[in-house]
Structure formats: structure tokens, C-alpha cells
């Protein structure tokens, strides 16, 4: 069962696009969204919201068609961002009865729970909270009225470490109903890597690479080799760059196997070391094929 879907979607100003966007989240994974400060991960959020109207494409939530019939969507979305803005002279505990009030589905134990986990106060105000503070507020105000889809766009950005794992773990918990499922927009590739089921890699508008996590981190490796002088490395299927210096090549491949490593050795050249790479690593070979090509 899909939460939501986007098919070729589209939207142009005058100095940005989103291009040819499609997007499927299942019911109950969390999607990390990642990309670079404007790349369109916030543009395709406000897409996916309702907020803003595509030039082109479809968009559906839990079945309802975007926008027109996002009224019926939004009882279902559950949003947080770095930035939210909550009211500044208000307590905790009158935003909370407010959201009470709107949303049947609101859980005041689970809310309670969330007070305590978080270490805030329900009579404190706004105003007075620390930016920590406001988003762990913000995400309490959200997860306590159980939405299927939750929206989280840069929600860790400048929060401490402690505060952060404080919000990672309560994101973890909220996926223990199967039925929830997480979009998790951020350019914080070690956020993501922690929590997410699936990655998509967005850049300049476009969608360069989306697959489940474990398949990224398992297929994409950094194969460092000997050349000899007078030895051309072979073409190998899955190379996505090189990088020769003297004697020493640098191959990072998104289609690891032993045969590889195998090719290599028969060409002439030694391989000296086979390694595993990180989420950012392999985020950030992405985005430079993805410009080669562009360049090409």
C-alpha cells in the first residue's frame, strides 16, 4: 500500500525547476529525502502538502488527488520543519490543548509521555524555549495526534547532540504502529542513514538515485589500486568515477562484486584495499556523476 506518490512532477521559477519528480512512500517506511541546500527537497514537500500547486505531474496522499482534494489529505499529515512557528506569548500546554481540539485523534497520554521524554514544561512559553526546545515542542504537537503521513523537513538542523538524539528516538518509537510513515527531508546524511528504510538523492531539481538504504550501502564500495606505468584499467560495468594519481587510482563503484576486484587484477593493476563507503560518501559520488553527466 502506498501513503503517497508523485509522477513526473514538475514546477519552474525563474531560477529554479523541479524536474520529472517521482516519488513513491510505502505505508509504514521512513523515506530520507537528501540534498543540498536548494536542491528542491523543501519545494517538493510543499508539492507533496498541497502548499504549493505543480505545474505538472500527479500527486496523491493516502488516494486524494493534490491539491484539490488536499483538505481530506491533511487530516492525515503531520508536519514539522527547523523553523516552525509556533505562538510566541502562548504556553505548551495551550498549543496542545488547541491541537487537541482540532484533531479527534489526539493522544493527551501519549502527549504527556512526550512532555516527560523531552524534559519540557506545559506552562512554559514559546518565547522562552531554546531552538532545541521549540522543535521538540513542535514534533509533540504532531505526533500526538497520530498522522499516518509525518513530514519532516530539516527537523534536526541546529539542534545539539543530545536534543537531536532525543528527537531521533522519538521518531523511532512513532514507527512502532506499522501503519505511520516518515518522509525525512535533510542534508544531514548521518540523521538519515540512522533512520530511514529508503533513500532518495535529489539535486538541481532532479531525482539522481532512490533505492532502499541497505541496497546503497551494500552495492557501492571504493576500490583503491596499483597501476603499473603502461597498464589502462579495464572498463568495468558500475564505475562511477576515477581518480588516478602517478601509480594510485581511486574507482568508486555503485555495482560492487568480486569480479570486479578480478578485472582489475587481470588488467594488471593491484588492488590494494576494498571499502565499504558511508551514506555521505556515497551521496556525494552521486551528485558529481550526476554533474559529469550534465557537463558531458
Known sequence: MTAAILK????????FSLQGIDMSLPVGEIMG???PNGAGKSTTIRILMGLVHQ???????FG???????????????YVSEDMRLYGHASLGWHMGFIASIYPGWDQRYAEELLRRFDLK???KIKGMSHGQRVKASLLLVLARAPRLLILDEPTTGLDPVARQEVLAALMDALRDEERTILFSSHNTQDVEQLSDSITFIDRGQVIASRDKESFLDSWRRIRLEVPDGIKLPVVAGVETVRASGHISVV???????????????GGARVTAVEHMTLEEIFLSNVSASRGRELQ
Open 252 to 266: 568508486t563503484t555503485s555495482n560492487y562484486s568480486d569480479d570486479n576486484a578480478k578485472a582489475y587484477e587481470a
Open 64 to 78: 486524494h488527488t493534490m491539491p484539490d482534494e488536499q483538505v481530506k489529505a491533511k487530516t492525515q499529515i503531520g
Open 33 to 35: 529525502l537528501i540534498g
Open 55 to 61: 505545474d505538472a505531474g500527479d500527486v496523491r496522499v
Open 8 to 15: 513526473g512532477v514538475e514546477k519552474h521559477y525563474p531560477h
Open 122 to 124: 506545559s506552562e512554559q
